[in-house]
């Protein structure tokens, strides 16, 4: 059989990392882009690989999570040699905080459903989360030390994933993809907001947030194009403060209230997060620094000394059900779906490739899809 072209709809760590596994795989791709690699959620991400929690772990999620890890810690020597991009994957530790006793019990079962699953976790005394970070609030009882956490630069890496797809014969095309080329039964490529036609074999939709938005109607009244489908997904708000401190306080990732606090290589002490549904308003808000700033300082008073270097804020793609969105959509041959991956799009950007490769190649029974996760589940 010879490999088809595939086209690929978003520019994202979702849509780059599909491209660069098939790619990797012979097929020539083609990522086509409306604004520019990594130029929304996945420029902007914490960069955390947290296999331990987030919608969906422990449950269906979980397995591919730690397979995910697997995956990016066995790619990056190899991407970052390949493409000259060092996105700077690091092993951290995470430190859950428990305000005081009546916060133990659950840290406690966190803990011993982690080590059930091979993690390296333990909880922590008083003593011990003063001793690892002095400058916390005094008062908090303990804490959940989870070690198999670790962190990359989501922009760096996105790009790598990219530079990768070129390295291996692809194209990234910067375009408004706005209809799909073929008939009601098979896909034949994609049509840009130009009119213009780019062929393929296979199309995947790797459109973010906006894989819940149709665009105008009108390039899908011809005969020969059909309208991008409107899955079960919504855009959810997420802003990030960027602060200068100097010493060496939150080398540990420490988490409570909703916001968590960790510093990054350069030195600069990030400060998240916020979640609203929003309408693909992508500026930053008072309303949201206000609200991660005034949560991470009842637990890091020190941050009050802290200098704004930046804010930023993203859309998250996030389904209805919380879950991601992987699979064939419809009775459409050749159109796929990988959306919605929400606050673990990078962690299961990999695996969420791995998956889609193997569906589009015809080889799924290499990479099981989760029937938990597949377009299957709300009858697409």
């Not at 428990?98 to 059930?116: F, H, R, V």
């Not at 859309?315 to 419809?330: E, F, N, S, T, Y």
Request: hydrophobic content about 40%; glycine content about 12%; overall charge negative.
């Amino acid at each position: 059989m010879s490999l088809p072209d595939v086209v690929i709809i978003g520019g994202g760590v979702i849509g780059c990392a599909a491209g660069y596994e098939l790619a990797c795989a012979g097929m020539k791709v083609t990522v086509v882009e409306r604004d520019g690699i990594a130029s929304h959620a996945s420029g902007y991400s914490y960069g955390g690989l947290y296999p331990t929690w987030g919608a969906g772990i422990p449950g269906p999620v979980l397995e591919p999570a730690k397979q995910a890890l697997d995956l990016h810690i066995e790619l990056y020597p190899r991407l970052k040699a390949e493409t000259g991009i060092d996105f700077e994957l690091r092993q951290v530790e995470s430190i859950a905080l428990a305000a005081d006793e009546a916060g133990l019990p659950a840290l406690q079962k966190d803990c011993d459903w982690q080590i059930s699953q091979g993690f390296d976790a333990e909880t922590l005394s008083s003593r011990d989360v003063y001793g690892m970070e002095p400058s916390l609030a005094p008062g908090l009882a303990g804490g959940l030390l989870q070690r198999t956490h670790y962190e990359l630069d989501s922009y760096k890496f996105t790009s790598a994933l990219a530079r990768g797809i070129e390295k291996h014969g692809g194209n990234i095309v910067r375009a408004d993809v706005m209809a799909l080329a073929g008939s009601r039964d098979c896909v034949t490529g994609v049509k840009t907001r130009t009119g213009s036609v780019m062929s393929g074999g296979a199309v995947v939709m790797a459109t973010g947030p906006w894989a819940g938005s149709t665009p105008e109607a009108a390039p899908a009244r011809e005969s020969s194009a059909l309208p991008l489908p409107s899955l079960p997904v919504k855009a959810v708000k997420g802003e990030i403060l960027r602060m200068r401190l100097p010493g060496m306080d939150f080398h540990h990732r420490c988490g409570m209230y909703g916001r968590n606090v960790g510093r990054k290589p350069d030195g600069l002490v990030w400060i998240g997060t916020t979640e609203v549904v929003d309408n693909f308003d992508e500026q930053t808000t008072a309303e949201g620094r206000d609200f991660i700033f005034s949560g991470a300082l009842k637990y890091a008073p020190k941050l009050a000394d802290a200098e704004l270097v930046q804010q930023t804020a993203c859309l998250r793609p996030v389904a209805v059900d919380g879950l991601p969105i992987v699979g064939p959509l419809g009775s459409v041959e050749g159109l796929f779906a990988a959306v919605a991956a929400g606050k673990k799009g990078v962690l299961l950007s990999l695996v969420m490739a791995k998956w889609t490769s193997a569906l589009v190649l015809g080889k799924r029974d290499a990479w099981p899809l989760p029937p938990e996760l597949s377009t299957a589940r709300f009858g697409l």
